[in-house]
């Protein structure tokens, strides 16, 4: 009985031509481990995707909700921390995978025709698994998520003519925010898997059309033999054996989860997940006018270089040894990607000058609420934001200013006396962070990846311009940049100028 | 060569049988976790009122408020329950229709609880005298303390 039932579901589903067409695939016998990294890119895939799901049941893509249901998914959920920690290094596996996955192909110069373009349809498989990494970067909404993606999307703001446009539409407004996550994840949940189920069909099916190339050196070998059982057996092991060093670095090392995002947070450092270091410290070698070119031009080229690569390379010999050229360039990319993730992995952010939003309003706090009272350099230690309020509620003490110091403020003004040694603001200096939260110019200018971006970026304006210039311009924004939307600052006096013009120069 | 095949055939379905069995295992589990939770209940000690101030066969609407724990919200919500006093006992039930879980409401004319989903009526006691709910209405335990009526246990 359950045979004739399995015999009709045979027939009528067709699953026996599905199998003999992608298991019984005449194959050169002579194909080796190295052709096992496709399917086990295609493994790390569904593991993604079937984690991802378990995930997207707990998950809440809001502001409010989504650190929550990340740490309740992490703590409460029957094996929820493993299941993330799968997804989580799986992610950075698939990458690796993908990786190597074009290493082989390249070395073996499998990308050559007729196989164009199911190298080119890895080449943008390989930016989808890039783009799943950056917007699936956002959904824990922590500090690193939150500052990553502040940064990340500000890059985009580089873009010639249209920059602002993808930033405030990738963000869904000008800021980070609810309308990001939400974005970030459809993107992550909906839009991308389509497209890279689609792509990889199309890839698989290329690959079926035109074979699967023997290593250079058997080409002329004419053994073939089906891809069941003995290359299914070897991709089964290799794919086995992945599997366990993933699941036995995701029981020994949890998913990182650092505190929720906080949009006022001191020393939050915006660094990117490692396989974003090349780019990361890419930009660090490109200050001011040129940031651009290594946010976009550079990646845009080697994008480009890739997708043409079967179109450069086009003579018929895949030895690598006859390919000296290639192979020495692909060398050197490859080492600058290492070189490039091992410096960024070291190094800090392309801006990091210690001080942030919250830094500049606690100093501007100070200024106006302790200054009068208090000399920082007698400060014994730094209080914290408690202490800070119950000074300030504190009957016996003669306060200058209004007891009442918000949770806000005061976690404002303990960021501004922690980050004081590194920042050592002169007293002018101090003066022109109270000026420039005071006048708003967070509203329009981006500073230390936040604030609004109708403005340029003054991360390193510091670098482009000098006294004068800065002083100038505040009273008469147009006379120096025509069609400046910028208002004009003249009610400031030239002292409030000079002191807020040396605050933004320290920036560079 | 046969025996070498059957060993490469044994191998790939071993191999690929157990990262699929282990993925299988481990994703079932989380996503049935809410099963394996204990979900929300009433609050021990919590005060209904004079006992006897409840008026005898006629069921008196309190609310009770809970912790709910949904998920990763917790939440202070009010939880409707009847107060009745029948026979010198006094008890509390559940509005919920022990059917399909809609609320139920006293009906003062007919002297009995209706379900407005399918027709499930219930008499004072919560016993089921019409339609469908295979079982009569939750009672919560409660107890008389100092002449009131209190929640005894979650």
């Given at each position: 009985m359950l045979r004739r039932l399995a015999d009709w579901f045979r027939s009528r589903s067709g699953v026996d031509h599905l199998w003999n067409h992608w298991m019984r695939e005449n194959v050169p016998s002579r194909i080796n481990w190295f052709y096992t990294l496709g399917s086990l890119a295609l493994f790390f895939f569904i593991v993604q995707v079937i984690t991802g799901i378990v995930?997207?049941?707990?998950?809440?893509?809001?502001?409010?909700?989504?650190?929550?249901?990340?740490?309740?998914?992490?703590?409460?959920?029957?094996?929820?921390?493993?299941?993330?920690?799968?997804?989580?290094?799986?992610?950075?596996?698939?990458?690796?995978?993908?990786?190597?996955?074009?290493?082989?192909?390249?070395?073996?110069?499998?990308?050559?025709?007729?196989?164009?373009?199911?190298?080119?349809?890895?080449?943008?498989?390989?930016?989808?698994?890039?783009?799943?990494?950056?917007?699936?970067?956002?959904?824990?909404?922590?500090?690193?998520?939150?500052?990553?993606?502040?940064?990340?999307?500000?890059?985009?703001?580089?873009?010639?003519?249209?920059?602002?446009?993808?930033?405030?539409?990738?963000?869904?407004?000008?800021?980070?925010?609810?309308?990001?996550?939400?974005?970030?994840?459809?993107?992550?949940?909906?839009?991308?898997?389509?497209?890279?189920?689609?792509?990889?069909?199309?890839h698989l099916s290329l690959m079926r059309r035109h074979g699967i190339t023997a290593p250079p050196k058997y080409e002329q070998d004419p053994e073939r033999e089906e891809f069941y059982p003995r290359h299914a057996a070897r991709d089964a092991t290799m794919i086995f054996v992945a599997f366990v060093v993933l699941l036995a670095l995701s029981l020994m090392r949890s998913a990182p989860l650092e505190a929720p995002a906080d949009l006022n947070a001191s020393g939050a450092e915006p660094k990117p997940d490692w396989y974003f270091l090349p780019l990361y410290q890419l930009l660090k070698y490109f200050p001011g006018k040129l940031e651009i070119v290594g946010a976009m031009v550079v990646p845009a080229l080697v994008f480009l270089v890739l997708l043409a690569l079967p179109f450069l390379?086009?003579?018929?010999?895949?030895?690598?040894?006859?390919?000296?050229?290639?192979?020495?360039?692909?060398?050197?990319?490859?080492?600058?990607?290492?070189?490039?993730?091992?410096?960024?992995?070291?190094?800090?952010?392309?801006?990091?000058?210690?001080?942030?939003?919250?830094?500049?309003?606690?100093?501007?706090?100070?200024?106006?609420?302790?200054?009068?009272?208090?000399?920082?350099?007698?400060?014994?230690?730094?209080?914290?934001?408690?202490?800070?309020?119950?000074?300030?509620?504190?009957?016996?003490?003669?306060?200058?200013?209004?007891?009442?110091?918000?949770?806000?403020?005061?976690?404002?003004?303990?960021a501004y006396m922690q980050a004081r040694p590194k920042l050592d603001l002169s007293p002018a200096e101090l003066h022109g962070a109270g000026l420039f939260v005071l006048n708003s110019c967070g509203g329009c200018h981006t500073l230390l990846g936040a604030g609004g971006i109708s403005g340029p970026s003054l991360d390193r304006v510091g670098s482009k311009r000098d006294k004068k210039w800065m002083i100038e311009h505040f009273k008469d924004p147009e006379k120096l940049v025509p069609k400046s939307k910028m208002p004009a600052f003249d009610y400031l006096s030239d002292q409030e100028l000079s002191d807020l013009s040396d605050f933004l120069l320290r920036f560079k | 060569m046969d025996s070498r095949r059957e060993f490469f055939k044994t191998t790939f379905w071993f191999f690929a049988a157990i990262p699929a069995g282990i993925l299988s295992a481990l994703t079932l589990g989380a996503a049935f976790s809410p099963v394996f939770k204990k979900s929300g209940s009433l609050p021990q000690g919590v005060d209904l009122g004079e006992v006897g101030q409840i008026p005898d066969n006629a069921p008196q609407v309190k609310m009770v408020e809970i912790l709910r724990s949904d998920g990763w919200n917790q939440q202070r919500i009010q939880r409707k329950v009847f107060v009745v006093k029948s026979g010198g006992k006094v008890r509390v039930f559940s509005p919920v229709c022990t059917h399909l879980g809609c609320q139920v409401d006293w009906d003062e004319s007919d002297k009995k609880f209706n379900c407005p989903c399918h027709g499930g009526q219930y008499n004072l006691n919560g016993d089921v005298v019409a339609g469908p709910p295979p079982r009569p209405l939750e009672e919560i335990p409660a107890e008389i303390r100092d002449n009131k009526l209190v929640i005894r246990s979650g």
């Amino acid at each position: 009985m359950l045979r004739r039932l399995a015999d009709w579901f045979r027939s009528r589903s067709g699953v026996d031509h599905l199998w003999n067409h992608w298991m019984r695939e005449n194959v050169p016998s002579r194909i080796n481990w190295f052709y096992t990294l496709g399917s086990l890119a295609l493994f790390f895939f569904i593991v993604q995707v079937i984690t991802g799901i378990v995930l997207a049941l707990y998950y809440a893509p809001t502001p409010q909700s989504a650190y929550a249901s990340v740490r309740y998914i992490q703590y409460q959920v029957v094996l929820g921390g493993l299941v993330r920690a799968l997804h989580h290094w799986g992610a950075s596996f698939m990458v690796i995978v993908v990786f190597l996955h074009m290493g082989r192909v390249f070395f073996y110069g499998s990308y050559k025709a007729p196989r164009e373009l199911t190298w080119m349809s890895g080449v943008f498989l390989l930016l989808l698994v890039l783009a799943f990494g950056f917007t699936g970067y956002l959904l824990p909404w922590d500090q690193k998520a939150y500052w990553g993606t502040v940064v990340g999307t500000n890059i985009a703001g580089l873009a010639p003519v249209l920059g602002s446009y993808i930033s405030t539409f990738l963000r869904g407004g000008s800021q980070v925010g609810a309308m990001t996550l939400t974005r970030f994840y459809t993107l992550h949940v909906v839009v991308l898997p389509a497209l890279i189920v689609a792509l990889i069909v199309a890839h698989l099916s290329l690959m079926r059309r035109h074979g699967i190339t023997a290593p250079p050196k058997y080409e002329q070998d004419p053994e073939r033999e089906e891809f069941y059982p003995r290359h299914a057996a070897r991709d089964a092991t290799m794919i086995f054996v992945a599997f366990v060093v993933l699941l036995a670095l995701s029981l020994m090392r949890s998913a990182p989860l650092e505190a929720p995002a906080d949009l006022n947070a001191s020393g939050a450092e915006p660094k990117p997940d490692w396989y974003f270091l090349p780019l990361y410290q890419l930009l660090k070698y490109f200050p001011g006018k040129l940031e651009i070119v290594g946010a976009m031009v550079v990646p845009a080229l080697v994008f480009l270089v890739l997708l043409a690569l079967p179109f450069l390379d086009r003579k018929p010999e895949r030895r690598i040894g006859a390919r000296k050229p290639f192979a020495a360039a692909g060398g050197v990319f490859v080492l600058c990607l290492v070189v490039l993730t091992f410096l960024g992995s070291r190094g800090s952010p392309p801006a990091a000058t210690g001080i942030g939003v919250a830094e500049t309003s606690g100093a501007f706090f100070f200024g106006q609420k302790c200054a009068s009272c208090h000399q920082l350099d007698r400060l014994k230690g730094v209080p914290d934001d408690a202490w800070i309020q119950q000074h300030a509620r504190d009957k016996n003490v003669q306060l200058a200013t209004s007891p009442k110091i918000s949770a806000r403020v005061a976690s404002t003004l303990s960021a501004y006396m922690q980050a004081r040694p590194k920042l050592d603001l002169s007293p002018a200096e101090l003066h022109g962070a109270g000026l420039f939260v005071l006048n708003s110019c967070g509203g329009c200018h981006t500073l230390l990846g936040a604030g609004g971006i109708s403005g340029p970026s003054l991360d390193r304006v510091g670098s482009k311009r000098d006294k004068k210039w800065m002083i100038e311009h505040f009273k008469d924004p147009e006379k120096l940049v025509p069609k400046s939307k910028m208002p004009a600052f003249d009610y400031l006096s030239d002292q409030e100028l000079s002191d807020l013009s040396d605050f933004l120069l320290r920036f560079k | 060569m046969d025996s070498r095949r059957e060993f490469f055939k044994t191998t790939f379905w071993f191999f690929a049988a157990i990262p699929a069995g282990i993925l299988s295992a481990l994703t079932l589990g989380a996503a049935f976790s809410p099963v394996f939770k204990k979900s929300g209940s009433l609050p021990q000690g919590v005060d209904l009122g004079e006992v006897g101030q409840i008026p005898d066969n006629a069921p008196q609407v309190k609310m009770v408020e809970i912790l709910r724990s949904d998920g990763w919200n917790q939440q202070r919500i009010q939880r409707k329950v009847f107060v009745v006093k029948s026979g010198g006992k006094v008890r509390v039930f559940s509005p919920v229709c022990t059917h399909l879980g809609c609320q139920v409401d006293w009906d003062e004319s007919d002297k009995k609880f209706n379900c407005p989903c399918h027709g499930g009526q219930y008499n004072l006691n919560g016993d089921v005298v019409a339609g469908p709910p295979p079982r009569p209405l939750e009672e919560i335990p409660a107890e008389i303390r100092d002449n009131k009526l209190v929640i005894r246990s979650g």
